[in-house]
């Protein structure tokens, strides 16, 4: 047994560090500014000016049909669509790419709620407060609300991260040999699913682990103004 | 001087100020009386635009604010520029440390330099006790303390008024007193306040002005003397309702 996990942990690993792992920190990243300038176009209300109001209303149609499509519709589906559909109509992408693109987008949904959510919590009186320093809505933004939604948000935040690790293995479907992928082709030499399987379980697992630790982290860096918050 | 005129505000189609015209001297402190949800705290408001009134006006010498119009940027900056708030609540910055919730605005807002924002909130600090805990986050002190941290910030911003709503409700009657105290000693060196409150002993105490509202109409409007010496029937009932030893009188 020590001799088939040693033989094929390398090659998980590296299936793990080519494209598990750059698969979710990129996708997360472009999931996160999506999702950051979805939240903010839904909460900032449209300015009383005119020629600024209906741009807005406009940016938040299209911001309102984006969150509702990715979120009503499998992401299986969405990778399915953006990698074999796509094609049909002379738009071919690399797999990677096409993964990064429905990661991104499928997070971006998700989290631009949690993060809107995050924007809600801050109570009005801190905006009141802001507003009687004459700040604008901008640095009202920057000093006051967004960094108490950044606390707020972190737990929620960390699950979408996560889960997207875990959901990284559906881009095997579309032809990319993460690590899932992989442990799937060491079984078919080796006929030992549940050694295998278990394998990769566990990898996800360790990775899984340390983004927890780094929640941990983050969030008592970001809760140190908090009563009985640390540091 | 600031003049409201004529503001009229409306929430779900419910008078909450009907027509209210107030001055409220400059270097004076003027006092705004009235039972709870008379519309006191949307007045105060109405003067820093934090409430929108329907109509009106908010005027000083150098600037006018019509609320029946749509009103620009430059002009709500510069109303704003003239009044600061102090809340119930304090609403201190949590994220902020207490220097940093003095000195942000007057870096953000008004371009001055860190240096001399920071000269100025421990100056600021120091007049009202509270020197040496300038890195505290607001979470880790007192409400007075907090309330007190409030009023430097509202200060650091050189605003003509500092307007006041019911400042000093929500804490112990200990820490309110610290509070006050600062308020007297703003009011001696003619700082120009507008004060919500429902401590009458305070209100007679530091106020020149009286104006007593009730269901968002104007009822007295005048000499601080003259609503205590000489109220009419309605501002006795207002007066004997929150105090204790007339209201058993009364009962008996
Ligand atoms: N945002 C709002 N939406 C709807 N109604 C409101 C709102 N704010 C205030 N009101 C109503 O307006 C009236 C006046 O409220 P306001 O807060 O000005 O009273 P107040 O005199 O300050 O009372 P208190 O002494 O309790 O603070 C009340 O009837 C209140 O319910
Ligand atoms: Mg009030």
């Known amino acids: 047994m020590w001799h088939i996990i040693v033989s094929s942990l390398p090659e998980m690993i590296g299936a793990m560090l080519q494209f598990t792992i750059p698969l979710a920190i990129i996708s997360f990243i472009f999931g996160l500014i999506l999702a950051v300038l979805t939240a903010l176009i839904k909460f900032i209300e449209p300015s009383e000016n005119k020629a600024l109001r209906y741009p807005w209303l406009a940016l938040r149609a299209i911001a309102n049909f984006y969150v509702w499509l990715f979120r009503s519709t499998p992401l299986l589906v969405q ?33 631009s709620e949690t993060i809107r959510s995050a924007l809600l919590s801050v109570p009005q009186d801190q905006w009141d407060a802001a507003y009687t320093l004459n700040f604008t809505t901008r640095q009202t933004l920057m000093k006051v609300v967004l960094p108490q939604a950044v606390r707020i948000a972190l737990p929620p935040l960390s699950n979408s991260f996560i889960g997207l690790v875990k959901d990284t293995s559906l881009a095997s479907s579309i032809t990319i040999l993460e690590m899932f992928q992989v442990s799937q082709q060491i079984t078919a030499k080796n006929y030992q699913p549940l050694l295998m399987y278990s394998l990769a379980a566990l990898l996800y697992a360790i990775v899984c682990s340390l983004l927890s630790w780094l929640q941990h982290y983050l969030e008592r860096r970001t809760s140190k103004y908090v009563k009985g918050g640390q540091n | 001087m600031i003049s409201a005129k004529h503001i009229n505000k409306q929430y779900d189609g419910k008078t909450v100020l009907n027509d209210i015209s107030v001055d409220f001297p400059d270097g004076k402190t003027t006092v705004i009386l009235g039972p709870s949800g008379s519309g006191k705290s949307t007045l105060l408001r109405s003067l820093d635009m934090l409430v929108r009134p329907e109509s009106g006006t908010v005027s000083f010498p150098d600037i006018e604010v019509d609320y029946s119009k749509p009103i620009s940027k430059k002009d709500s900056f510069n109303l704003r520029r003239k009044t600061s708030m102090v809340f119930q609540n304090w609403n201190l910055f949590p994220n902020l ?47 007075g303390q907090q309330q007190r941290i409030s009023i430097c910030r509202a200060l650091a911003m050189h605003p003509e008024y500092i307007l006041l709503d019911e400042p000093t409700s929500a804490l112990d009657p200990e820490l309110e007193t610290q509070v006050l105290r600062i308020l007297e000693k703003l009011c001696e060196q003619g700082q120009s306040m507008i004060i919500v409150t429902h401590n009458m002993e305070f209100a007679r105490l530091v106020s020149d002005k009286i104006v007593f509202i009730e269901d968002g109409n104007k009822l007295y409007d005048g000499d601080t003397k003259d609503f205590f010496n000489h109220p009419t029937q309605r501002i006795k009932d207002f007066l004997s309702g929150i105090s204790l030893d007339e209201e058993t009188d009364s009962i008996k």
């Open chain 2, 97 to 143: 440390t207490v220097l940093e919730n003095i000195t942000t605005a007057p870096i953000t807002v008004l371009k001055r330099s860190k240096n001399d924002s920071e000269l100025l909130a421990k100056q600021l600090l120091k007049e009202v006790g509270l020197e040496g805990l300038e890195d505290r986050y607001p979470s880790q002190l007192s409400g």
């Open chain 1, 79 to 111: 990778l399915f669509i953006i990698f074999f559909g796509l094609p049909s109509i002379g738009i071919q992408l690399p797999a990677f790419l096409a993964a990064v693109i429905g990661f991104s987008l499928n997070t971006g949904a998700y989290a």
